[in-house]
T-cell receptor, first 115, second 109 residues
Framework: SAVISQKPSRDICQRGTSLTIQCQVD?????MFWYRQQPGQSLTLIAT?????????ESGFVIDKFPISRPNLTFSTLTVSNMSPEDSSIYLC????????????FGEGSRLTVL | GQNIDQPTEMTATEGAIVQINCTYQ??????LFWYQQHAGEAPTFLSY??LDGLEEKGRFSSFLSRSKGYSYLLLKELQMKDSASYLC??????????WGAGTKLIIKP
């Protein structure tokens, strides 16, 4: 199985500030994704992180609010910009190997609380 | 629209069997996943079904009926550590994962 490391694991942030979450994957991972999981809700895909180019965002998510970088195959960052209390959530980095099942592996998650 | 339905919460007794159902309406189908998520932790992969029938893996089994848009996860010989949320997810025709809200399973002694 693939190994995905994510940091910070949790943070408390002030309204209006920005926070960058880092994700490191092992070499088996070919695709990387960023998800959000709000309390008691399902996982929502924010974007697919593309190596060396702009991320592909899902409906309702924009680059200005959630800039994403993936400078190489094994590293990506997600920034939550100009945070508001509505951004309080768990942010999960995930990756997929080239296996047929397309099983997703997840990082430990970053729990953000915005005051 | 695309929709995944699963019960919000279930309670079962240690040592017993529990079945968690998932029904889906999606634009196309390219496989169904079950994930386990303990509180405060990341989801971990349990099973993948792409053909009709039952897939057994130890104490856990997953069933799929594509014609009915239905799957279930069967957990046998329940242990306290099985207390977790169980997430159903379907890969649609664009190979996008559509996630259910999860079923919180509470195991009582």
């Amino acid at each position: 199985s693939a190994v995905i490391s994510q940091k910070p694991s949790r943070d408390i942030c002030q309204r209006g500030t920005s926070l960058t979450i880092q994700c490191q994957v092992d070499s088996q991972v070919t695709m990387m994704f960023w998800y959000r999981q709000q309390p008691g809700q399902s996982l929502t895909l924010i974007a697919t992180a593309n190596q060396g180019s702009e991320a592909t965002y899902e409906s309702g998510f924009v680059i200005d609010k959630f800039p994403i970088s993936r400078p190489n195959l094994t590293f990506s960052t997600l920034t939550v910009s100009n945070m508001s209390p509505e951004d309080s959530s768990i942010y999960l980095c995930s990756g997929k190997t080239g296996e047929d099942t397309g099983e997703l592996f997840f990082g430990e998650g970053s729990r953000l609380t915005v005051l | 629209g695309q929709n995944i339905d699963q019960p919000t919460e279930m309670t079962a007794t240690e040592g017993a069997i529990v079945q968690i159902n998932c029904t889906y309406q999606t634009s196309g189908f390219n496989g169904l996943f079950w994930y386990q998520q303990h509180a405060g932790e990341a989801p971990t992969f349990l099973s993948y079904n792409v053909l009709d029938g039952l897939e057994e893996k130890g104490r856990f089994s997953s069933f799929l009926s594509r014609s009915k848009g239905y799957s279930y996860l069967l957990l046998k010989e329940l242990q306290m550590k099985d207390s977790a949320s169980y997430l159903c997810a379907v890969k649609d025709s664009n190979y996008q994962l559509i996630w259910g809200a999860g079923t919180k399973l509470i195991i009582k002694p």
